[in-house]
């Protein structure tokens, strides 16, 4: 059988534990047998990171930007002990942080919906994609804990000009605390590109939300750059039939629990960090959420949310079987080809990335998944797989559905 060629090369960075097991076997089981492509590999593995000071990470982001879509497998962040359990030479940033600062992007992420694993929410019928900002706020705040009686002041010195200064509190009887922080309209900018960016690109409404009562200057800042974007896209909105919608923060987490979801909920660095793992919950596990990271002038990164699985990873060491879900990590590849076909204008390159997800979906509606969906799924019968027989049986299901095909 002819191998469909793909035409411009993908970036492809490895990564670590349970996750780098089943990306192999994507590769070997899913992609290659099928594809004529060209990967640009980078490893990312803690151990590499680690021996090239950090340099494949930054190697990696660049041919990402180079090539314009890249496929990345979950990662080690090391902590003190990663550090001690590689023998590393010191905690190396975290891959996806370094990644995101070179692309500029922003992250988002959606759920896989399965018509046997009903989100939580009963109203949710479409995926929630969340963005959220991935810059600045209390991220990079600076903090301090108050022990006597004294000001805390806000002092902003222009260069070359004379200092102004707000009092924040004066701190009477006891201590307490203060914090300070910042963002940027360059950020906040890029932030609204990559959103209206990708909405349009998915024809997605957008809702986006602050807290601008009470934060008069920090927030509304935001909701004018949002209210900027919009006008100056406004005929790309409307020829796309979709609508950009301001909310007030809590409106708009009341709203999104009553919703029947398919929009794009835009979120501030904080409220996107702890709105995505309540998004993520309500739709069902970890391992049915992507992430995609897109830079303000349309690059792309693809992966799974879910982080290398090491739980599961000491099982596979010690030769247990285990039930681990390929789905994100398979649904970061059909991603990131789908997205390289349409890109390319090479439809047969974007229609394999849609039957491989078709032949995920039917295998998991037809009863058969990991532990992890088995506890959620409605099927009467369902059946348990390991790791690899669900993998062997959407291999099956890709087989079949080509037979059918031809
Ligand atoms: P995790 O790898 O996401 O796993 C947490 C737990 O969630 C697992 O133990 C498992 O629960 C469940 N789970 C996650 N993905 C699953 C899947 N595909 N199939 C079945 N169950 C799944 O998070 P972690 O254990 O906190 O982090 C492990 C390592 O990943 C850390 O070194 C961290 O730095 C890294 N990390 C990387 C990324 C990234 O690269 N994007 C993101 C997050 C974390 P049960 O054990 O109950 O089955
Ligand atoms: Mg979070």
Excluded at 34 to 49: G, W
Aim: with cysteine.
């Amino acid at each position: 059988m002819s191998k469909i060629k793909v035409k411009t090369p993908l970036v492809e960075m490895d990564g670590d534990e349970m996750t780098r097991v089943i990306w192999a076997r994507i590769k070997e089981q899913f992609i290659l047998p099928h594809l004529e492509i060209d990967l640009k590999y980078f490893d990312l593995s803690v151990t590499h990171r680690d021996s090239t000071d950090d340099k494949v990470t930054v190697d990696a982001a660049n041919a990402c930007l180079e090539y314009g879509v890249g496929v990345k497998c979950a990662t080690i962040t090391p902590n003190e002990d990663r550090v001690k359990e590689f023998g590393l030479k010191k905690q190396w940033a975290s891959p996806n942080g370094t990644i995101r600062s070179i692309m500029d992007g922003t992250v988002f992420r959606k759920p896989i919906t399965l018509s046997n694993v009903p989100p939580r929410v009963r109203s949710w019928k479409k995926p929630i994609v969340v963005a959220r900002h991935a810059f600045g706020d209390i991220y990079r705040d600076q903090e301090m804990v108050i022990k006597a009686p004294g000001k805390v002041e806000l002092v902003y010195t222009p260069d070359g000009g004379e200092p102004q200064r707000l009092l924040v509190n004066a701190f009477k009887g006891g201590g307490g605390v203060a914090m300070a922080m910042f963002n940027t309209d360059k950020s906040i900018t890029s932030f609204a590109k990559a959103v209206f960016t990708y909405a349009l690109g998915e024809k997605l409404n957008i809702w986006f939300n602050t807290k601008d009562t009470i934060s008069k200057k920090y927030h509304v800042r935001f909701r004018e750059i949002f209210q900027q974007e919009s006008e100056d896209r406004k005929a790309e909105l409307e020829q796309a039939g979709i609508t950009y919608s301001y909310y007030l923060i809590d409106d708009a987490v009341a709203q999104v629990l009553k919703s029947e979801g398919g929009h794009l909920w835009a979120c501030m660095n904080y409220d996107g960090d702890v709105m995505s793992d309540m998004v993520a919950e309500g739709f069902g596990s970890l391992g049915l959420m992507t992430s995609v990271l897109v830079s303000p002038d349309g690059k792309y990164e693809y992966e799974a949310a879910h982080g290398t699985v090491t739980r599961h990873f000491r099982r596979h060491q010690k030769g247990e079987e285990t039930s681990t879900n390929s789905v994100a990590s398979i649904f970061a590849w059909t991603g990131a080809i789908g997205r390289r076909g349409q890109l390319d204008g090479t439809p047969e390159v974007t229609e394999f990335a849609r039957r491989l997800e078709q032949s995920v979906i039917d295998t998991i509606e037809g009863g058969t998944m990991t532990g992890d969906l088995v506890r959620l799924s409605t099927s009467p019968n369902p059946k348990q797989s390991n790791t690899f027989g669900f993998m062997d049986a959407v291999a099956q299901k890709v087989e079949a559905g080509k037979s059918v095909a031809a």
